[in-house]
């Protein structure tokens, strides 16, 4: 990585470079789907993803929509078609995390990302298909992992659909941050307002809002605190469709401070990108914006752009960094949310930040 050239400020940033790095960079396999993330160090791609590719739909239909240029939606059609006709196992009706054999788990949070990305290529190329396969996925979600007592399981068995026991990780266990998946029923519930995605949504915003304050910190190792504002940033996000009632707003509010705090006390150990890049978005959908903060944010996005003379290491976002030093793992996710969270802060700038939830990635 001796060739790398890290921004440091939000004049420095390039949406184009950003975008080209999801084109032509490698993190998208010939087949369609994405790379969890690529380890500059070995020169390799970690295993695709589907939770990874369901990102990578919504990025690439958003870069599509700003540009209309005709290669994102090529590429978002090949990510959408890798989730639709390989990943999805119709003999069950489920959505793996990965594919395999034997075949892999299924994880919540996962399927609702997924489930967003289809939507956002249906959205721009009309393919009913894509919106087929996305309700039958919402279906699978309610079926599998909603527990009686309202909780979500984070992750089942396939194809048994058993959940799996629960672990003191964020990302095994119930908790607030579910809420941003859950967000893939209350978007399928405009389409298809006769299924029961709507009550589904609405029993899980009510979970979440019980349960989001004891979420943070968390731990008492700062850098794994780091990693929870991660998960908790998602349950900013997955508040957002109901921010016009005082109650959510108010929680939305309360939680984008306490994200900041910890944003600024850990930053100079470790900074994690894809936090700085969902908060700078929540505070904008929020529409309550502390510009002092939203600035420094932005200026923190930015410096995680990476420029070099090779296609992996040219406009895409590093994972973050350690004592000021950028880490070596080019990041899809943490690209889609940087380059969405600058450029919502540009049209915040000019006032014209369109605030379409189905945009958000």
Avoid at 221 to 231: E, F, G
Avoid at 281 to 297: D, H, K, P, S
Wanted: hydrophobic share 45%; net charge negative.
């Amino acid at each position: 990585m001796q060739d790398l050239l890290v921004s440091n400020s939000p004049s420095s940033f390039s949406l184009a470079r950003a975008g080209h790095w999801f084109l032509h960079s490698g993190i998208q396999e010939p087949n369609g789907g994405v790379a969890r993330y690529h380890l500059s160090a070995t020169g390799n791609n970690l295993p695709v993803s589907t939770e990874i590719t369901g990102y990578a739909c919504s990025a690439l239909a958003y870069l599509h929509r700003l540009t209309d240029e005709p290669q994102y939606l090529a590429a978002a059609e090949r990510a959408a078609n890798f989730l639709s006709e390989v990943a999805w196992q119709p003999a069950i009706a489920a959505m793996p995390f990965e594919v395999g054999v034997p075949l892999p788990p299924a994880y919540f949070f996962d399927c609702g990302i997924i489930v967003r990305g289809l939507l956002a290529v249906f959205q721009r190329n009309a393919d009913e298909r894509l919106l087929d396969i996305a309700r039958q996925v919402g279906f699978f979600m309610g079926r599998a992992f909603r527990a009686p007592s309202g909780k979500l399981h984070p992750i089942v068995a396939l194809p048994s659909m058993e959940p799996w026991p629960y672990e003191k990780r964020w990302s095994r266990e119930p908790g607030c941050l579910q809420l941003k998946a859950a967000m893939a029923w209350d978007q399928l519930a405009s389409f298809f307002p006769s299924d029961p995605f709507l009550d589904w949504y609405e029993e899980a915003l009510k979970d979440a809002l019980a349960t989001w304050d004891s979420f943070l910190p968390g731990d008492a190792d700062p850098l794994r605190v780091m990693d929870r504002l991660h998960a908790h940033s998602y349950f900013l996000e997955g508040m957002l469709p109901r921010t016009h009632r005082p109650e959510v707003n108010e929680t939305l509010l309360a939680a984008i401070e306490k994200t900041g705090h910890y944003l600024r006390e850990i930053s100079p150990q470790f900074q994690r990108s894809d936090v700085c890049g969902q908060l700078l978005r929540a505070r904008i959908y929020a529409g309550n914006v502390n510009l002092v903060a939203a600035t420094e944010e932005a200026d923190w996005c930015a410096s995680h752009q990476v420029f070099g003379t090779e296609p992996m290491h040219e406009g895409g976002f590093c994972f973050g960094s350690r004592d000021g030093v950028a880490l070596p793992y080019m990041n899809p996710v943490s690209t889609a949310f940087c380059l969405q969270a600058l450029e919502h802060w540009r049209q915040f700038g000019v006032g014209e930040f369109p605030r379409d939830l189905a945009e958000l990635i």
